[in-house]
């Protein structure tokens, strides 16, 4: 698995952007994938998790409404548009993903597997 982000970049307050995560490595058919972010001095959260093959989608409190996630035609790219940006947003976004369910929730035990190396959204 090789996770790879892009997308990222400054914009103003209000503005949008689309990130995307391609896969180029081994693919599993359906699995855990979600879009998480880090913000300078403050802890790893998550912003969206879902599972591939379908169900619910949990987005993080402070993003619902604003931010989309949708997965690409292939199994192999996941996207996270980002609307009504505000500066609070200005974090590294990561792409993750694992193989193994529940994919969020208290039942959800470990960090996933699988990581990008990130890119940063900077929003002012």
């Known amino acids: 698995v090789q996770l790879v982000e892009s997308g990222g970049g400054s914009v103003q307050a209000g503005g949008s952007l689309r990130l995307s995560c391609t896969n180029s490595?081994?693919?599993?058919?359906?699995?855990?994938m979600g879009w998480f972010r880090q913000a300078p001095g403050k802890e790893r959260e998550e912003v969206v998790s879902?599972?591939?093959?379908?169900?619910?989608?949990r987005y993080a409190d402070s993003v619902k409404g604003r931010f989309t996630v949708s997965q690409g035609n292939s199994k192999n790219t996941l996207y996270l548009q980002m609307n009504s940006l505000e500066p609070e947003d200005t974090a590294v976004y990561y792409c993750?993903?694992?193989?193994?369910?529940?994919?969020?929730?208290?039942?959800?035990?470990?960090?996933?597997?699988?990581w990008g190396q990130g890119i940063q959204v900077t929003v002012s």
């Open positions: 993750a993903g694992d193989p193994v369910r529940p994919c969020y929730g208290p039942a959800r035990t470990r960090p996933y597997e699988h």
């Open positions: 490595g081994y693919t599993y058919n359906t699995w855990c």
């Open positions: 879902l599972y591939t093959g379908g169900g619910s989608i």
